[in-house]
């Protein structure tokens, strides 16, 4: 089993910055893949960006070049740093974890944390 919390959601303006973490606790030495999706109201969650254990990295073409995603191991934690925000940033945000020891495959998610762009 894995928890995953995620804090750092909240308002901001245009342009404006936020920085999202997710603790990661629990049988994290299988997590193989960590990263964030969202959701906004009436859409279907989405991709943002992940991160392997290798530091391999990948965004959604709609964040490239605004966000950045990185991992701290010795903290078990995973960071999304938005810069540049939008309105159209404004979404739940969700830390997911890829967990797998074969043949088992999970993939966790956190409770989310509200992200709303607006002036």
């Known amino acids: 089993q894995v928890q995953l919390v995620e804090s750092g959601g909240g308002l901001v303006q245009p342009g404006g910055s936020l920085r999202l973490s997710c603790a990661a606790s629990?049988?994290?030495?299988?997590?193989?893949?960590l990263g964030w999706y969202r959701q906004a109201p009436g859409k279907e969650r989405e991709l943002v960006a992940t991160i392997t254990r290798g530091g391999t990295t990948r965004y959604a073409d709609s964040v490239k070049g605004r966000f950045s995603i990185s991992r701290d191991d010795a903290k078990n934690t995973v960071y999304l740093q938005m810069n540049s925000l939008k309105y159209e940033d404004t979404a739940v945000y969700y830390c997911?974890?890829?967990?797998?020891?074969?043949?088992?495959?999970?993939?966790?998610w956190g409770q989310g944390t509200q992200v709303t762009v607006s002036s």
């Open positions: 629990g049988s994290i030495f299988s997590i193989i893949e």
């Open positions: 997911y974890a890829d967990w797998r020891s074969p043949p088992i495959n999970n993939i966790y």
